[in-house]
């Protein structure tokens, strides 16, 4: 079983950055595929990126891509998302999760591939 804990989350105003951090327990990190997912209120839970355990294959949404960037250190067993150009739409929870999913492309949140989530940090971003 692995553990994963986000960090990072808070208030920014548009056109500001923040970097979304999860931690994961347990030693099996870094043979899985890892990817954000987001949640807005009153919205369903939607994918925003996705990296292969190695690091060498990322996909992204439309809606991020060019502006938020997926990384991360196994060494650390931590998973990264760097957030820059943010818009008030950007405003959501901001989930890490393990994925059995190729990273070649997006995935559903509701893809039965998503094994392990996180408790989410909200991300606010004001206008």
């Known amino acids: 079983q692995v553990q994963l804990v986000e960090s990072g989350g808070g208030l920014v105003q548009a056109g500001g950055s923040l970097r979304l951090s999860c931690a994961a327990s347990?030693?099996?990190?870094?043979?899985?595929?890892m990817a954000w997912f987001r949640q807005a209120p009153g919205k369903d839970r939607e994918f925003v990126a996705v990296?292969?355990?190695?690091?060498?294959?990322?996909s992204y949404a439309d809606s991020v891509k060019g502006r938020f960037t997926i990384s991360r250190d196994n060494a650390k067993n931590t998973l990264y998302l760097q957030m820059n150009s943010l818009k008030p739409e950007d405003t959501a929870v901001y989930y890490c999760?393990?994925?059995?999913?190729?990273?070649?492309?997006?995935?559903?949140?509701?893809?039965?591939?998503?094994?392990?989530w996180g408790q989410g940090t909200q991300v606010t971003v004001s206008s």
């Open positions: 990296i292969s355990w190695i690091g060498t294959r990322t």
């Open positions: 347990g030693r099996t990190f870094s043979t899985y595929n």
């Open positions: 999760a393990t994925t059995r999913h190729s990273a070649a492309s997006p995935l559903d949140a509701g893809d039965g591939r998503v094994d392990y």
